[in-house]
């Protein structure tokens, strides 16, 4: 079995202690419809249904059967949403079990009988007290409730994550955006660069998903194409996918380096892909781009290859290697594909730094991951800065799970101008 499909299998199996959770809840809830549905039959179904499911996507990949690829990539995307959808639920059931607890219980005929006789009464507070609860009984009562409310929980989740899941599947926008350093040189004032970051071609995201990118780039004309990590997942994709990036027209070249899907791959192979389609690939080392007297330089350093770690260290002795033979003066441009070296990097004199990796945690609030507010990395999405130094996470041209709320896909476009 291919390693490169274990993180699927792994994610999978996960939801099968979920899918009891929720099946439990379910017959709870709906007692005189589930009470009879056994829990390891239907744990059986579930589970066959997503290894066939797997089966049928690392079949497909290996023949390059794109549409049974298709239908098996959405059909396993589908179980996941209807998962995501129950899991969802426990924000909607507290808002509801708040709602519910003020609500009054139902009042039975007997209790409807002492409330009448209360009423008629001549004693002021029994009186009054029989008006109120005569009140509430015509109310809606905590059974009424539940029969009205029980599957609009599951419907709004399962439309939340439905929506997610298209928004994660859309097109990338395209962010236009400026930044002025006061030591660009004159002859790359207005230089435009093209950012593709964390492609991730694979199940979901197929070639057509590129070519649609490669035409609009064309009709944007950058002066150059960097290539930030994270590009391709499945790998009988990639050789296409580097012909098809290098159709992009530009005047100074297209650069990438490793992101650590590389590494989860295989990076020797991604390096002979490289190699064969001339596309470099760079490892700690620097292009230097030089019009007239004007000196611009490409630093692109590697990724350790894993997560689960601060990577700083290997960052900060990547980016030393790279700058050993820099030059002083030049406007220097990093390439790295996690953001975590930027507060190094502005100290070591990098002018703009680019980087991935983190998608912007695929959920953002007004232009910021929602993540950045309590995770020790603060650089997960947009531009930063740090004296003259600018730092421009992106969120990620794809996905490799396709679940996006506020925080489309995109190719930043930047235009270098001279301040």
């Known amino acids: ?46 589970l066959v249904l997503l290894m066939t499911d797997i089966f049928l996507i690392m079949f497909s990949v290996k023949f390059r059967l794109e549409m049974l690829l298709r239908i098996s990539a959405y059909f396993n995307m589908f179980l ?43 004693n002021i507070f029994l009186k009054d007290k029989a008006h109120k609860d005569l009140k509430s009984s015509k109310g809606i009562f905590r059974r009424d409730f539940i029969k009205k409310t029980a599957f609009f929980l599951p419907l709004s989740s399962f439309s939340i994550a439905s929506f997610g899941f298209y928004s994660g599947l859309k097109e990338p926008e395209y962010r236009f955006m400026d930044f002025h350093f006061k030591n660009l040189p004159l002859n790359f004032d207005n230089l435009k660069i093209v950012q593709i970051s964390d492609l991730h071609l694979s199940f979901f995201l197929r070639l057509d998903y590129l070519e649609k990118i490669i035409k609009k780039l064309n ?7 960097l290539l930030t990590g994270d590009f391709v997942d499945d790998y009988k994709l990639l050789e296409d996918a580097l012909t098809l990036v290098k159709g992009i027209e530009n005047n100074y070249g297209l650069y990438a380096v490793a992101g650590n899907h590389e590494y989860y791959r295989g990076i020797e192979y991604v390096k002979k892909a490289f190699k ?31 997560t689960g ?56 609030y007004n232009g910021k991951s929602i993540f950045e507010f309590f995770s020790e990395n603060k650089y997960w999405l947009g531009d930063y800065k740090i004296n003259e130094s600018i730092l421009y996470t992106t969120s990620g041209a794809g996905t490799w799970f396709p679940e996006r709320f506020n925080c489309p896909a995109e190719i930043p476009v930047i235009t270098l101008k001279r301040r």
């Open 80 to 122: 996941i949403i209807l998962e995501l959808s129950l899991i969802s639920t426990l924000p909607f059931i507290f808002i509801f079990g708040k709602i519910f607890s003020f609500l009054p219980k139902e009042v039975g005929e007997k209790e409807n009988r002492n409330i009448l006789r209360a009423e008629n009464d001549e």
């Open 1 to 46: 079995m291919e390693k490169k499909f274990l993180p699927l299998i792994k994610y999978t199996l996960l939801l099968l202690p979920v899918f009891i959770a929720n099946l439990y809840f379910l017959k709870r809830i709906f007692s005189s419809r589930f009470k009879n549905v056994p829990y390891l039959f239907s744990s059986i179904v579930f």
């Open 276 to 306: 064969k389609q001339s596309v470099p690939l760079m490892f700690n080392e620097i292009k230097k781009i030089k019009v007239k007297n004007s000196l611009l330089e490409i630093v692109g350093i590697d990724d350790p290859g894993k």
């Open 219 to 225: 009709e944007i004309k950058p002066d150059m194409v």
């Open 309 to 364: 770690f601060d990577p700083s260290a290997f960052l900060y002795s990547a980016l030393d290697e790279a700058l050993k033979k820099a030059d002083k003066d030049s406007f220097k441009i990093l390439m790295s594909h996690r953001p975590n070296i930027f507060p190094y990097a502005s100290q070591k004199g990098i002018d703009l730094t680019l980087s991935g990796h983190t998608h912007g945690g695929q959920i953002a």
